[in-house]
C-alpha cells in the first residue's frame, strides 16, 4: 500500500471517536447548565473515567496477548492493573478529601479489606462506590455515555486501523499515563480552585470545555500517528 492509498484508509479513522467523545462530554457539560450538577460530580465522573481508560488499555493488552500470542505479555498486563490501579487509588483518596466527602466508607464496602495492596484497592473501591452512592443514576448514565466513546475508539483507532497487529503490549504499558496525569492535575487544580471561589457556574463548564480540548487533541494526535 502506498502512502496516498494509506492516507485515504487512514483519513477518516478518529473522526467518529471524536465526536463520540464531545457527544459524551457535552453529557456532564449540560448536567452543570441546565439540571444543577456540582463540582463534585463533576470531578468523580472524570476521576472515573481515568479508570474506564484503564480498564480498556487492559482489554488492548489482552486483545494482543490473544491475537498476537503474546502470552507472555499476561504479566505485564498484572503489572499494569497494579501500578495503574495504586496511581488511581491515590488520586480519588485525595480527590475525596479535596472534596470534603467525609470519611472513607473502606469498612462499609470492604470490612475484611486486609493490609497491603488489598487495602490500597480497598480505598479506591470505596471511593468508587462512595461517589455511586452519593449521586446514583445520573452518574452511572455519565459514565455509560463515556464508556460508549471508549468503545467507539477503541473499534476505530486500535482494531480497525491495525494497530491489533502492530502493537506490543509493552508499548501500551505507559500509554494512558500522559492522559491521566494531565487529567490528574487538572482535576486537582480544579478542585482547589472551585472550592476557593465558590463553584460558580462558569468556571465549572469552563473545566468541562477545557477537558474536552484535551481529548480532541489527543484524538487528533492519534489520527496523526495512524497516518505515518
Not at 471511593?127 to 466513546?149: D, R, T, W
Request: proline share 4%.
Amino acid at each position: 500500500m502506498d502512502k496516498k492509498q494509506q492516507f485515504e484508509k487512514t483519513a477518516n479513522l478518529g473522526a467518529v471517536s471524536s465526536l463520540a467523545l464531545i457527544a459524551a462530554n457535552l453529557v456532564p457539560l449540560i448536567g452543570v447548565l441546565f439540571y444543577g450538577w456540582n463540582v463534585v460530580f463533576v470531578l468523580a465522573l472524570f476521576w472515573i473515567e481515568n479508570l474506564v481508560i484503564g480498564l480498556f488499555n487492559l482489554l488492548k493488552m489482552w486483545t494482543l496477548a490473544a491475537a498476537n500470542r503474546q502470552l507472555a505479555a499476561v504479566p505485564t498486563s498484572l503489572f499494569f492493573v497494579v501500578h495503574y490501579g495504586i496511581f488511581c487509588m491515590g488520586h480519588g483518596t485525595l480527590l475525596w478529601s479535596l472534596l470534603n466527602m467525609g470519611e472513607l466508607p473502606v469498612d462499609q464496602y470492604f470490612p475484611n479489606a486486609s493490609s497491603g495492596f488489598a487495602s490500597l484497592f480497598a480505598q479506591g473501591g470505596a471511593v468508587f462506590m462512595g461517589f455511586f452512592a452519593e449521586f446514583g443514576k445520573p452518574l452511572a448514565l455519565a459514565v455509560l455515555a463515556l464508556v460508549g466513546s471508549h468503545c467507539i475508539a477503541f473499534i476505530e483507532t486500535f482494531v480497525l486501523s491495525g494497530e491489533i497487529w502492530r502493537k506490543r503490549v509493552g508499548e501500551l504499558m505507559g500509554e494512558p499515563y500522559p492522559r491521566i496525569l494531565i487529567m490528574h492535575i487538572g482535576l486537582l487544580g480544579g478542585a482547589l480552585l472551585l472550592e476557593r471561589l465558590g463553584s460558580p457556574t462558569w468556571l465549572l463548564a469552563l473545566l468541562v470545555v477545557m477537558k474536552i480540548v484535551v481529548d480532541v487533541s489527543r484524538y487528533r494526535r492519534k489520527k496523526h500517528e495512524l497516518r505515518e
